[in-house]
């Protein structure tokens, strides 16, 4: 869960966006950048609705921040594509994984803008989701190439930091 950064000045007021890295308290305009403000390993500066805040992000798990809201009805259609085969075919091995895939789904219709912190459990049934859609419906799989591989980069990162 996103938390708004207060100001270090009047401790009232919440940072805005000013420009590229650069904020300023909404109360006494006290000015800021990224750089400046100390984050934990475990953490990222997001902007949600134009305050910055700080999301915390567990260990195995990676953010993804689309850029454009057409990637959460995106990711959703793998999703539910998979979900509907599953009863069919075994698409996931695990009950487990199909009940991810669906909170997952849950997720992506309650929040087209993210950012979306993924567990590593989470980005496993998205990309096989992927996969399964790929299969099936290969003119898909060239609507949004660029955040498919971020997503399969951000799986693989997941991956690394678990076996570290």
């Not at 454009?68 to 085969?85: E, F, K, Q």
């Not at 992506?108 to 993924?118: C, K, N, T, Y």
Request: a neutral charge; charged letters at 25%; glycine letters at 6%.
């Amino acid at each position: 869960m996103p938390v708004p950064i207060l100001c270090h000045e009047c401790r009232q007021g919440q940072y805005q966006v000013r420009g590229p890295d650069f904020y300023a308290c909404q109360a006494c305009g006290s000015p800021i950048t990224g750089a400046t403000l100390p984050v934990e390993d475990d953490e990222r500066l997001v902007v949600l609705a134009g305050i910055l805040q700080v999301l915390a992000v567990p260990d195995g798990h990676q953010v993804i921040t689309p850029d454009r809201r057409c990637y959460a009805p995106h990711l959703g259609a793998s999703l539910a594509l998979a979900l509907r085969l599953h009863r069919t075919r075994a698409v996931f091995p695990r009950a487990e994984d199909a009940a991810a895939a669906e909170g997952l789904l849950a997720t992506l219709d309650a929040d087209e803008r993210g950012p979306w912190v993924l567990s590593p459990a989470q980005l496993d049934v998205l990309a096989r989701a992927m996969d399964v859609r790929n299969t099936v419906l290969p003119s898909t799989s060239r609507q949004h190439p660029a955040f498919d591989a971020e997503i399969k980069d951000a799986r693989a990162r997941s991956r690394r930091t678990q076996r570290a």
